[in-house]
């Protein structure tokens, strides 16, 4: 559970705490070279 928390629900509260998703969004996590990337 820690592994999933830290690669992917950690670097997603970041982007959400920036303000690049609202409440609503539906998110995709896609790895991209490598690195775990989210989109709309």
Do not use: C, N, Y
Not at 6 to 24: A, I, N, T, Y
């Amino acid at each position: 559970m820690r592994a999933i928390q830290r690669h992917l629900l950690d670097p997603l509260s970041l982007e959400v705490l920036e303000g690049r998703f609202k409440d609503g969004d539906l998110i995709r996590a896609e790895m991209h070279s490598g690195k775990l990337t989210f989109e709309k």
